[in-house]
């Protein structure tokens, strides 16, 4: 079995223990514990008939991402950046972050991920849409549950698919 190390990486408080939580145990909590260094959990899904096994590091959350030890991407096959779709500040620097975090897993695989989409209505989305300069890949909600699984499966074939 193939097994990948992705990392959880954005602003603090924009959901990415949640997304973490929700994704590994089906469960969420409205509780806000801040994480400190990482809490690393691994999960086995199956793409297309193929096993793989996602080794999570769930990031404590920095403002700046060239604040992120650079030993945590040693080993890091894909990069999930998360931001708060409500909360401008975690994606006013989107492109400064993703270019670093790109400079850092110049061959990896990075998702932009906007969370706590329960907390807004459509049309607010579609206004986010020309506010944000890069856009995102999926929108989730790890309150609900929603494109969270689809997020870990789209990395999980894309991972499969650079494998082979």
Do not use: C
């Not at 993703?98 to 897993?105: C, D, G, N, Y």
């Not at 209505?121 to 494109?147: H, R, Y």
Request: proline residues 2%.
């Amino acid at each position: 079995m193939i097994s990948k190390k992705v990392i959880l990486t954005g602003s603090f408080g924009v959901g990415k223990t949640s997304l973490f939580e929700q994704f590994l145990y089906s469960k969420f909590s409205q509780k806000y514990l801040t994480t400190i260094g990482v809490k690393v959990d691994k999960k086995v899904i199956n793409v297309n008939g193929k096993e793989l096994s996602l080794i999570i590091w769930d990031i404590a959350g920095e403002v700046k991402q060239d604040k992120v030890p650079n030993s945590y991407f040693l080993g890091t096959s894909a990069i999930i950046y998360v931001f708060d779709v409500t909360r401008k500040s975690t994606y006013e620097e989107l492109d400064q972050d993703i270019t670093h975090l790109k400079k850092m897993l110049p061959n990896g695989i990075t998702a932009i991920v906007g969370n706590k989409i329960d907390l807004v209505d459509e049309s607010f989305l579609q206004e986010l849409k020309g506010n944000i300069p890069v856009p995102w890949d999926i929108l989730t909600s790890a309150k609900t549950g929603e494109n969270v699984e689809e997020l870990f499966l789209n990395i999980g074939s894309q991972l499969l698919n650079q494998n082979t």
